[in-house]
Each structure stands twice: as structure tokens, then as C-alpha cells.
């Protein structure tokens, strides 16, 4: 198929070929190479900051992230704002507001974005898939076609892009935060549906479910408690980087002027969306919130990668 | 060769076929009804009931999907509320200028991505290879609309090197014939038109370039360090051939099989791009004119637009896996 589907289906193959493992499991052969690379290391450490500085934020923070204290010494006419003082340690923005505030409180509304965004698209994508994927390993000719037309419509959601399909999903719903997350959530369904559908499949054709299948086991059992335990590795890879482009993607939708506007509940990307009225006057308004997802983004995509590569059997020699 | 394209074509039928009912699952979900897409907002209740029944809304589902799809099939997709011509006219007029900008971002991120992850591969685990790695990480964790902003900031606010808006310098006297400024230029002679579009072109290339940018360096740097470890590039070497030759001929033909079909992914990457970047340039292409579409909740544009885009989206796709075929001969095969 597609060069998008053959990226989802080489990731779900990771599973399949594990041979030679030694008496170790796959997960601890994985944590251990996980644990020598430098790269799954910093990532590990950026995403558990992120995760503290959320669950703290109301403790760091320290002003209300809406109280306009600094109002008068701001002027969008003549662009002046306090930049960094003592008060303030990265200055105030166009409407008088603590930054650094703003910022650590923003640092929820980021974190709730990706996480629900992320769980939606893999319960649903994993509904979907594993489904589909059970019906096409197990189930002979009926569950072929199951799975053929559950399928057929997936590909067809991975045909849109997947800003428009958020866009699409957003106009539905109207401007809110919750629209970004079920949006974004929205265009990972598929994504998740192939993987967990190929990395079953890679797995329904393994000894043990051989073995379990001679042994009568039951086919539903089979499913639940074999195949689909050991197929959830490289979902495990995509989640981490579906958080990373979750936060990305919603920055882009609040851009698009789809995001919410909650002034007590501030969000990274609409910081960032607001900043550009702001450009000439004041680029730290924009390089903040922007340094806040690159720096987040970058360390979810760094932990996802160097979990990629290990859970890679080509990769560990 | 034949039967794999008429098959892939066939294939075609189905996907546009739940495309098309997903849009008109869509549009009846819409807030207000389809109706909202043809009403202004301030419509009162008698126009609105009347314009349920022009359209047939009170008719069966399945007869009105039949219309809507006579409709899609002589591609009326409606008018656009807010400049009032027919959405395909306003696609036509705006596609050659994200086509231009599209085009431009793929020669850039092509040409320097592909180079410099062959370096980094050949240089494995040095600072150059480092560099190239952690570069295009940040090439793809960077909101690509923060990006412009920076670009336009710095090199055209702050430097002045380049326009920091539209296609054209406005008020110069430059003739149009296909829509592209660039060629326009160069097929009417006016080169310095040509010029200016393409200084235009810089920034938004630029910023629509990154993420396909780092992804064709990560993809070359990772298909040529395989291909490097491959049995016949040590035979190759080892039967003595000039290093060029095993370049050219044993590594860089095969390691570049997986980064011809990512370009093909890559596409609907570059269409959602576009979106924000030629919102951030107010480029006047497609991607402008949807995010408008997306404030003034113009709905035959928004409906219409992504139609298209993903129909061109799956034929790319197609014309991508063709390529691919012509590159690969054991593609052929199956």
C-alpha cells in the first residue's frame, strides 16, 4: 500500500521476528538497551520534568495565571512590555500577565492535551484494530472479510491529511480545548488501528499460538490473553510519539484559531497562536511557549525513538 | 505493469466511495444542518425552511446522497459564502500557488536532505552525524507556524533580505499566463518578475521544507547505513572497484528505494503545512484561503477543499507507488 501504511506496518512488525532472545524476555532485553542509550535517557528525563512541572504547576507558579498585574506598564500601541526583572523572570506579556506564570500553568493544559488526545486515538484505534486483527488471524474466511472492510475504511482515514481531518473533526465541534483533544485524538485512530491489526497479525502465526490452538484452547482466550500481550510493543513506540505530535498538532489547531480561549486555563500553543500580533514588538512572547513544546515535543520523540530501536531485533547486534 | 496500475486504479473506486459518504455524514452533522453551508448566519426561519426544501432535505437520506453525489461527480461542490464563486473556480485560481510553494520546500528538502544524511551515514557517530540527528529531531518537534515566525522576524523584519509577504512585490507589472509566477516570468520574459516571485518563495519554502527536510535525512542516513553493512557492497570494495563507482552504483541506488516512497508520505504532510505556513506568509494558495474558510466557518469551501486534497492526496500516493515499481523491479512482481 501506501508509503504512510508502510511505515505503521514495518513498526508492527518489530514483534515478530525474535528468535535467538536468550532466556531474557523481550521487555527486559529492551529496558536494558533502553538504559545504556544516552538519547532514551535525556528524553526519559525531559518527559518527567514535563510530568512534575504539571503536577506542581499551582505551587511553582507564582502568580494566577489571569490576574493583569502589570496592565498599565504594558502599551500595544508603542509595543513596550517589562521584559525580565526580579518580579517577573520572563517578563510580562501583552496584557500584563506573569509569563513565567502563564507557562507553568500551561504546562497542564499541554500534558492533558496529549494524554487524552493519545488515549483516545489508541482506545479507539486498538478497538479497531485488535479487532480487526483477531478476525483476520483467528477466524478463517468470514473474519477476512471483517477485517478487509474495517480496514478498507481505515486506509481511508489515513488518506486525509491529517491537520484537515482535525480541522474537519474541530468545525464539527466548535472552539474549545476539548475539540483539539478529540481532533487530534481523532486523527490517531487509524494509526493505531493498523499497527495493533499488523502487530496481531505478525503474532497469529507464532509457535505458541499454534501450540495454544493444538491444545484447544479457546480462540477468544487465545486472543486476549496471548496474542495481544505480546503485540502491544510497538504501540507502546507510537504512543509516546503520538504525545509528541499531539502537542504539536494542537499548537497548529489553536493557530488555527480552533483552540480554546480560557484566560485562567492558558494553553502553550494558543500562547503561541497569540503571538503573532505581537512579532515585531516582542518575540519572546512567541519563543517561550514555542521553546515549551519543541523542548517537550522533543523529548517524547527522543524516549519513542530509543524505544523504537529497542524493541528493533535488526537493530541489536 | 499494466494490470498493476488498472488494479491500484480499481482500488481507487471504494476509497473515494466511503470518502464521499464520510463528507455527506459530515455536512449533515454539521451544527445548523447541511443548510448551514448555504445559509448565512443570519438567516431567519422562513429562508431557512425554504432552503430545506430547495435542496430536498425533507426527501429521504438515501435520495438525497444520490443528488449529492450527481453533484460531486459534475464536481459542483457549492459556492464559497464569503467571495461567492464556485468552490472549484476558487481552488483553480489559488492551486498553482501552493503547487509553486509545495514544489519549492520538496526541491529544498530533497536537495539538502539527501546529501546530508548520505554525509552523516558515512560519518557514523561522528559530530557531523550527531549534528544531522539531533538537527532533524528539531526539525520535526518545531511547530512549523513558530518557524515562520522566526524566519520572518529575523530575515525579513529585522534584515530585510526578504519580503516578508505575499507571492508578489504588488504594484509590479508582470503578465499571467498559467498562474505560476515563477515559469510566468520566465515564459513572458519578464525575469525580474521571476526573481521577486521566487525571493517570495524563500521563507515559506523554507518553513514548509523542515519537516520533510528531517524526515528524508533521518530516512537517508538510516537506508544508506544499512545498505553499507549489505554482503555486496563489501564485495564490491573488496573486488576492488573505485570508491565512487560502489558509491554511486551499489549504495546510493539501493538506499535510496525507502526514501523515494517516504516522499510519497510526505505529500499529505506538506498539504497540512501549507495550511499554517501560508497563514503565517499570507501566500494566497490553498492553505491561506482553508484557514479563512476554518474563521469564517465557510463550509463549501472547507468541505470542498479537503475533498480535493484528498482525492490529489491518493492519487499522489498512487503516482508515488508507480515510481516506486519503475525504481524497484521485484515491486513488479507481486
Known sequence: MSAKTDRIDRLAELTAARADEGGHG??????????????AI????????????AILARVLAPYEPDAQTWLGETSTATMTFPGARAGNLLGVDHLGRDMLSRLLIGSQQSLLVGVVATVLGFSAGALLGG???????????????????????????????SLLLAVSVATLLGQSLITVMIAVGVTQVPVFARLLRGSMLAQSHSDYVMASTALGVRKSRIVLNHILPNSLGPVLVQVTLSLATAIIEAAGLSFLGLGGVDAAHPEWGFMLAESQQYLSGALRFAVYPATAIIVTALGFTLLGEALREALDPKLRK | ????????????????????????????????????????????????????????LDEPLWIQYGRFMKRLAQLDLGDSFSTG?????????????????????????????????????RRHGRLL??????????????????????????????????????????????????????????????F???????????????????????????????SVLEVLGEDYVRTAEAKGLRESTVRRRHVLRNAMLPVATSIGLLTGGLLSGAVLTETVFAFGGIGSFLAEAIS???????????MIIAVLYVLINLAVDLSYSLLDPRVRVR
Open chain 1, 26 to 39: 523481550l521487555w527486559y532485553e529492551a529496558f536494558k538497551r533502553l538504559r545504556r542509550n544516552p538519547m
Open chain 1, 42 to 53: 535525556a528524553g526519559a528525563v525531559i518527559v518527567l520534568v514535563f510530568v512534575l512541572i
Open chain 1, 131 to 161: 479487532v480487526s486483527g483477531a478476525c483476520l488471524g483467528l477466524f478463517g474466511t468470514a473474519g477476512r472479510r471483517v477485517d478487509a472492510v474495517l480496514m478498507r475504511f481505515n486506509d481511508m482515514a489515513l488518506a486525509v491529511p
Open chain 2, 1 to 56: 505493469m499494466v494490470r498493476y496500475i488498472v488494479r491500484r486504479l480499481l482500488q481507487l473506486i471504494p476509497t473515494l466511495f466511503g470518502l464521499s459518504l464520510l463528507l455527506f455524514a459530515w455536512l449533515h452533522s454539521l451544527p445548523g444542518g447541511p443548510e448551514a453551508a448555504l445559509l448565512d448566519v443570519r438567516a431567519t426561519a422562513d429562508t431557512r425552511a425554504q432552503v430545506r426544501r430547495s435542496l430536498g
Open chain 2, 85 to 121: 464563486t464556485p468552490v472549484v473556480e476558487e481552488f483553480g485560481r489559488r492551486f498553482p500557488a501552493t503547487v509553486e510553494l509545495t514544489v519549492a520546500a520538496m526541491i529544498l528538502a530533497i536537495g539538502l536532505g539527501i546529501p546530508l544524511g548520505y554525509l552523516a551515514a
Open chain 2, 129 to 190: 552525524d550527531i549534528l544531522t540527528v539531533s538537527g532533524s529531531l528539531l526539525g520535526i518537534c518545531i511547530p512549523i507556524f513558530f518557524l515562520g515566525f522566526l524566519l520572518k522576524a529575523l530575515l525579513a523584519v529585522k534584515l530585510g533580505w526578504f519580503p516578508s509577504l505575499g507571492r508578489q512585490t504588488p504594484g509590479l507589472d508582470a503578465t499571467r499566463v498559467t498562474g505560476f509566477y515563477v515559469l510566468d516570468g520566465v515564459l513572458t520574459r519578464e
Open chain 2, 192 to 222: 525580474d518578475a521571476s526573481w521577486d516571485a521566487l525571493k517570495h518563495l524563500v521563507l515559506p519554502g523554507i518553513a514548509l521544507a523542515s519537516i520533510p527536510f528531517a524526515i528524508i535525512v533521518r530516512m537517508t542516513r538510516a
Open chain 2, 296 to 306: 469564517n466557518r465557510d463550509y463549501p469551501v472547507l468541505m470542498g477543499f479537503i
